[in-house]
């Protein structure tokens, strides 16, 4: 007679039924257990396969098989189907004639468009009935999720760049006083200066054209990037701060990779920054981003001399 599986402790088994309810509460909310996903032809995992096609170039079935977990018997299946419909081809890997790389066609991007919007204004639907502090702390827990369930041998990071709200450019300018002071040294003329160029931001702020990114992980503030309109055709790329945990993650080179972005879409021809040189972190920053050093001059500024310096990036 076989043995009866041991009863789980009492406590255990109510984390275990905890997290059990929230599957069954999520799945019914993203709609995953209707017949085809989001009022569509594919299932989930179909679905899944044409989000990562049309989002990344050159994967192979092997990658997919593995990054998904998916049994790789059942994968090549579906993606038969999908070449039977013409909604993916196939190319010989450049450095390896055996492998084959996958691509959406024109026509499986065009099956996927619909889904990928319709998942957008389900989701943004969800989030509409919330307050921002609301989202703020769902995205918190989604990601506090990810952390922990997450790859072991490649932890995540999880962050989200969001505008500026109430409150913010007061940590912006607190943060920047008690950091610089901390790390170089820097006086109360330093915390005066960014006040002086967030209260600015703040009272001619041009939404169209200027722009504030804070970096929030788990709830909290870690960084801060600012754009704002000098001319017509020249930006300035300014107060970029991150927290000493958040850095070497690559969030500050997000955060002026934003500004860049911004700043093309915005028709901006030029961004220009001014630092000094012993933000080393900052300034590597800078150069990877492409921009240039086209000046400096030494001054005595915040209870120090330094080396003033400005660097620029046309567009």
């Known amino acids: 007679m076989a043995a009866m599986d041991s009863p789980v402790p ?33 299932s989930l995992t179909e679905a899944r ?18 990054e998904l977990g998916l049994d790789p018997g059942y994968l090549s299946r579906i993606l038969t ?45 969800m989030l509409a009935r919330l307050s921002a502090p609301e989202q703020r ?24 760049l969001r505008p500026h709200q109430p409150g913010d450019i007061g940590w912006v300018i607190s943060r920047h006083g008690a950091l610089y002071a901390e790390e170089y040294g820097w006086d109360e003329t330093f915390e005066a200066l960014v006040a002086e160029i967030a209260g600015r931001f703040i009272t001619n702020f041009d939404a169209k054209r200027e722009r504030c990114w804070i970096a929030e992980r788990a709830g909290a503030r870690i960084g801060s990037v600012f754009l704002v309109r000098d001319s017509d055709s020249v ?37 220009t920054l001014w630092t000094n040189d012993i933000l080393v972190a900052a300034r590597r920053i800078y150069q990877a981003a492409g921009f240039t050093l086209v000046a400096e001059e030494r001054h005595h500024s915040f209870g120090h001399d330094l080396v003033g310096q400005n660097w620029e990036l046309a567009l």
Request: charged share 25%; aromatic share 6%.
């Open 10 to 42: 009492a406590e255990p088994a109510a984390r275990i039924a905890a997290v059990r309810r929230f599957n069954r509460f999520y799945t019914r909310q993203i709609g995953v257990l209707q017949e085809g996903l989001l009022a569509s032809e594919f």
């Open 49 to 66: 396969l044409l989000y990562e096609l049309a989002h990344r170039d050159g994967l192979s079935a092997a990658q997919l098989a593995r």
């Open 81 to 125: 189907a999908f070449a039977r419909r013409g909604l993916v081809s196939k190319q010989p890997a450049p450095d390896d004639g055996r492998q084959s790389l996958l691509m959406l066609t024109p026509d499986g991007r065009a099956a996927f468009a619909p889904l990928d919007a319709r998942s957008r204004t389900e989701v943004g639907a």
């Open 137 to 160: 702390r769902l995205i918190a827990a989604m990601a506090t999720i990810e952390a922990l369930l997450g790859d072991a041998a490649a932890p995540q990071e999880p962050y989200l």
């Open 235 to 271: 930006a300035k790329l300014r107060l970029l701060l991150l927290e000493p945990e958040a850095r070497g993650l690559g969030i500050g080179r997000r955060l002026v990779d934003e500004c860049i972005r911004f700043a093309r879409r915005t028709g901006y021809r030029t961004i």
